[in-house]
């Protein structure tokens, strides 16, 4: 890549050679980075455009019409199942996040300073990992026999006599939800967590205990700070992540429960195209609310 | 060959099925090889080029038909199976992605205008005079009543080949060849309802809180909610396939009641889900399809499709053909769509428990004992298999809800696109979200 | 790293927070595990209904509906295709970010807004894109895109933790000793950060394969696995969904294990032949 973007350059060098002493031209950066760019033009900017345009269009039930109306967004703000489904959402977003954080802060703390060789870190990557290479879908529909009444855990625990009736809410409901959350989304805590508590100088820590800190406050005062970059960068994984999802609340919560993706979801079933657009335009300011807020905390390109 | 109306007279559809019948083997001896399925194999060599794309849910696509069709007619068919959700969306956004569309009626209501699709001449379709009456004037018998909700036959044709609004009455070209359909109820696991259940009302019976389910396609679920409502006598409505504002609201208010109250395991979207949800005791009573009630039955766990005294819902699938279908293809296509109707594939759809577009000529290619267990209700007089092979009723065992005539016969309403449909989604979601 | 202390108690205490987590992970799968083993007329949930390799088998026969070689060839195909873009066109953006140029915040912003924009929202987007201006949509193109708006931030975020913590000395050394910007990437930056484009190559295969919001609106005609699967669901499924998850797990033991097996010797040649690739990481 860099070689074909120096011969490029080629013409532009002479002029810049002053320039090149130090790095290269900005021609030579720009090609590098243009595959990325190009992509990201034609896969993201023009989709959100064709959203935001089509978001106006006025639809039937079997067309969409290109227009310039304002009845999409009048339909969504003007509906309180709008403000209950944004609420729902975020009830989901704030339990997965604590839990997520929670689970994996201390998964990271484990791996990277209790596990000792940079192989075995690995090896327990990659054992958290292999879940995942089978198919989400598969991995929801086995939800239900693990969790339902006459279910693996269920049945585990009434065999144990820790309960004498099937536990329902295990299965189709909140509780199912933020679970499935839980395990597809901790991972993605855990990983730039674990890259930042890496990154954290082992001395400091050593400092901290010889002037006495016990563990705790070695956790809070030195580890915690130390590792906010990682935890934001983790939490904006995993709350876009949760803010969009549709299927996981779909199958987990047996269709009884409601998310902005699933009201998206449903609207674009039933074709009505411009209702999902503006949806999801609504969505995506939220989404980037979000991020812009806990962006406050932390410059992730310096922090990674 | 050239009939275009509906012949719904019993007298001159028999006398002109005799009359198709000659037809039909003086040209299968004159062409000689296609015989068998009764198709002159004109296109003979270039025709085993084509290679046509099928979309729809995996309810009926089978590729069990795509390798007959492969064997029986020499072309590929390639047989794409996605989610209810998908296929309306695939067959209005992505037109050239599929050369037939295997949708419900109630969707091609949505597609069919947005003119993404060609309709069929019916003079090329053979066995169009024996198509079942309920797809071409809507009625099973002359007599019968037309049920409530998008029946197929008010979608069933256009105007004129580029016409897209749908015919009034019956005209030369139709949107959809019927492939299934079939008529739901409720589902019950006999075992742990501990009662007998007869009206759609008992989906709400508190007795089964925590244990019940419906479905969660708005156009569908909608129709049983209304269904459950008349039945408890809450709601009488005008036509329960169209409602008014008013009449979706009352009806889902009912129905977020009962959802606050607990009343629903779930609600399920796909076919497999709702045999799931019954096979592992999560519900123990839901509307359901009959198929669905076999393949719980067919894991040795008692399931039963539970006739109403209401009646039921029915749905109906079938094949149509996209607009950019021309040439050769197109009639790769017709080939296909008569060889459809020509008794194989309607045997293996009727030995799953659906119901076939051709009565006539799928009961050529299914034994008598099959026959009278599936269609006519009557007790099994031998073990009944399904297409695999596999043992599904005992001798002896009758088929719940009985005959076709008895099933099809006692429809309430049809899965629905209603006037107020924008509307009655967003109320839907209400109710998701509730 | 090495000090070489005793384990205190926190040690075991969160080795077995660290154990419990991983039997959380697993528990799907080893209930899909339990139930690929069901008898023939088996379904999806308890109870079992007898023992059997039936559902193994099955896997490599004709399904009723679905298809599960050609979806699987898709998706295999489309991973290693997302995998190969993303790990080439984020090794070039990172060496671009290496240095300040005109646009790189605007860009850096649009990499993050890629990966925080719903997956949903992606999909419609192009699946709308690509309905507007009249292109058939194909796993191969519009999906593909859809998969790399996913994969991409990631590698590029990777290749800035990796970039951070680069030590510039190694380059300056090869080009002092003579090596061309080419000859340094190739010979001396490449060596040293294999690992993490190792780790980039994963994650773009992992994330492309299990992929199924963003594919769900833009696949064209055919299904790429998780969408087949999901079509699946439309029918009887069988527990051969279950035979199928529980080959992919033991599949990915078994490639990962060789996977480590490769680089633990790879690393004990070069730390015979003394060299300190790899140490940058």
């Given at each position: 890549m860099t070689a074909t973007a120096d011969t490029a350059a080629a013409p532009a060098a002479k002029p810049a050679a002053r320039r090149r002493r130090g790095g290269t031209g900005w021609w030579v950066s720009w090609l590098q980075v243009a595959p990325l760019a190009v992509i990201l033009t034609v896969f993201l900017v023009l989709p959100i455009a064709a959203i935001v345009t089509v978001s106006f269009w006025d639809y039937d039930s079997v067309r969409i019409i290109p227009d310039f109306v304002l009845t999409n967004y009048e339909e969504?703000?003007?509906?309180?199942?709008?403000?209950?489904?944004?609420?729902?959402?975020?009830?989901?977003?704030?339990?997965?996040?604590?839990?997520?954080?929670?689970?994996?802060?201390?998964?990271?703390?484990?791996?990277?300073?209790?596990?000792?060789?940079?192989?075995?870190?690995?090896?327990?990557?990659?054992?958290?990992?292999?879940?995942?290479?089978?198919s989400n879908i598969i991995r929801m529909i086995s939800w239900i026999p693990f969790l339902g009444r006459n279910g693996l855990l269920n049945s585990s625990l009434l065999s144990m006599g820790v309960i004498d009736a099937p536990l329902e809410f295990l299965l189709f409901s909140d509780f199912s939800v933020v679970l499935a959350y839980v395990h597809l989304y901790t991972l993605f805590m855990v990983v730039p967590i674990f890259n930042t508590m890496m990154r954290i100088d082992r001395s400091l820590v050593e400092a901290a205990r010889d002037a006495g800190a016990n563990g705790f406050q070695i956790l809070t005062s030195v580890i915690l700070p130390l590792t906010k970059p990682g935890i934001a960068i983790g939490s904006i994984f995993v709350v876009t992540q949760v803010m969009g999802d549709f299927i996981t609340v779909r199958l987990m919560s047996g269709g009884q429960s409601a998310s902005v993706g699933l009201m998206m979801a449903n609207e674009i079933s039933l074709l009505q195209y411009p209702a999902a657009a503006a949806n999801a335009v609504i969505l995506l300011l939220v989404v980037l609310l979000m991020v812009a807020a806990m962006l406050r905390v932390v410059d992730i390109r310096k922090e990674l | 060959m050239k009939t275009t109306g509906p012949t719904t007279t019993k007298t001159a559809g028999v006398s002109r099925r005799t009359l198709l019948k000659g037809t039909a083997a003086v040209a299968g001896a004159a062409v000689g090889s296609g015989a068998i399925t009764g198709f002159p194999t004109i296109w003979a060599q270039n025709i085993k080029n084509v290679t046509l794309r099928q979309f729809g849910t995996g309810v009926s696509n089978l590729n069990a038909v795509a390798e007959k069709v492969k064997e029986d007619l020499g072309f590929t068919l390639q047989m794409t199976a996605l989610d209810s959700d998908a296929v309306a969306q695939r067959a209005v956004t992505q037109p050239k992605?599929?050369?037939i569309a295997d949708i419900e009626y109630w969707i091609c209501k949505k597609v069919f205008p947005a003119g993404v699709m060609?309709?069929?001449?019916?003079?090329?379709?053979?066995?169009?005079?024996?198509?079942?009456?309920?797809?071409?004037?809507?009625?099973?018998?002359?007599?019968?009543?037309i049920a409530q909700g998008t029946a197929p036959h008010t979608v069933g044709f256009v105007e004129g080949k580029d016409s897209t609004k749908f015919a009034k009455e019956t005209t030369q070209w139709m949107t959809l060849i019927p492939t299934i359909y079939n008529a739901d109820t409720l589902g019950i696991r006999p075992d742990l309802v501990g009662r007998p259940i007869a009206n759609w009302k008992d989906l709400l019976d508190p007795a089964f809180k925590g244990k019940a389910s419906i479905l969660n396609i708005p156009s569908i679920g909608i129709m049983d909610a209304a269904m459950v409502c008349e039945s408890m006598g809450?709601?009488?409505?005008?036509?329960?396939?169209?409602?008014?504002?008013?009449?979706?609201?009352?009806?889902?208010?009912?129905?977020?009641?009962?959802?606050?109250?607990g009343q629903f395991r779930a609600f399920w979207k796909t076919f497999d889900e709702s045999v799931n949800l019954m096979a592992s005791g999560e519900v123990i009573i839901q509307s359901m399809w009959s198929p669905a009630v076999a393949a719980v039955r067919a894991k040795g766990i008692p399931c039963v499709y539970q006739p109403l005294a209401e009646g039921y819902r029915a749905w109906g699938g079938g094949l149509g053909l996209a607009k950019h279908l021309s040439g050769l293809e197109l009639e790769a296509a017709y080939e296909y769509i008569n060889w459809y109707l020509s008794g194989w594939v309607g045997a293996y759809l009727n030995r799953q428990g659906y119901y076939s577009a051709v009565l006539d000529t799928a009961k050529e290619h299914m034994s008598p004992a099959e026959w009278a267990f599936w269609m006519e209700g009557k007790p099994a007089a031998e073990d009944i298999k399904n297409p695999d092979g596999k043992v599904m009723e005992k001798a002896g065992a009758v088929r719940d809800g009985g005959s076709f005539a008895d099933r099809m016969g006692r429809v309430a309403c049809w899965n629905a696109v209603m006037d107020e449909d924008r509307y009655m989604v967003r109320k839907w979601n209400e109710f998701i979200a509730a | 790293m090495k000090t070489g202390e005793r384990r205190p108690v926190s040690f075991y205490l969160l080795a077995a927070f660290f154990g419990l987590f991983v039997l959380f992970l697993y528990g799907p799968i080893v209930t899909i595990g339990i139930l690929s083993f069901q008898g023939p007329n088996g379904g999806l949930t308890f109870p079992m209904n007898g023992v059997s390799l039936h559902w193994f088998g099955n896997l490599f026969e004709r399904q009723a509906v679905?298809?599960?070689?050609?979806?699987?060839?898709?998706?295999?195909?489309?991973?290693?295709?997302?995998?190969?873009?993303?790990?080439?066109?984020?090794?070039?953006?990172g060496f671009a970010f290496r240095r300040p140029f005109p646009g790189s915040k605007a860009l850096f912003y649009l990499t993050v807004a890629s990966l925080i924009v719903p997956s949903v929202l992606v999909s419609l987007g192009i699946g709308l894109m690509f309905n507007i201006a009249g292109i058939e949509p194909n796993w191969y193109s519009s999906a593909l895109g859809a998969h790399l708006t996913w994969t991409l931030p990631f590698g590029l975020l990777i290749m800035f933790a990796v970039f951070n913590r680069f030590n510039r000395a190694f380059e300056e050394a090869a080009r002092d000793l003579g090596a061309t910007p080419w000859q340094t990437v190739r010979h001396v930056v490449v060596p040293i950060i294999l690992p993490s484009l190792i780790g980039i190559a994963l994650f773009g295969f992992t994330l492309s394969y299990d992929e199924f919001a963003r594919t769900l609106m833009t696949a064209g005609s055919f299904n790429t696995l998780p969408l087949e699967i999901y079509g699946m669901t439309t029918n009887v499924t069988t527990p051969v969904l279950y035979a199928l998850g529980t080959v992919t797990t033991v599949f990915s033991f078994v490639v990962i294990g060789l996977a480590v097996g490769g680089v633990l010797l790879i690393g004990r040649r070069r730390s015979r032949h003394g060299s300190d690739a790899g140490k940058g990481v």
């Open positions: 969504l703000f003007g509906s309180t199942v709008t403000w209950r489904i944004y609420l729902n959402t975020l009830k989901y977003v704030a339990l997965t996040w604590t839990l997520t954080l929670l689970i994996g802060f201390t998964v990271a703390w484990f791996l990277a300073f209790h596990v000792r060789s940079v192989t075995w870190q690995m090896v327990l990557f990659l054992v958290c990992t292999i879940p995942f290479w089978t | 992605s599929y050369d060609q309709p069929m001449d019916v003079s090329k379709i053979k066995n169009f005079n024996k198509i079942v009456p309920i797809f071409v004037s809507g009625k099973l018998t002359p007599d019968s009543k809450e709601i009488k409505y005008g036509d329960k396939g169209n409602m008014t504002k008013e009449e979706i609201d009352k009806t889902l208010k009912i129905m977020t009641d009962a959802k606050k109250a | 679905g298809d599960f070689g050609g979806s699987f060839t898709r998706s295999i195909l489309l991973g290693f295709i997302v995998m190969g873009i993303t790990v080439v066109v984020s090794l070039a953006a």
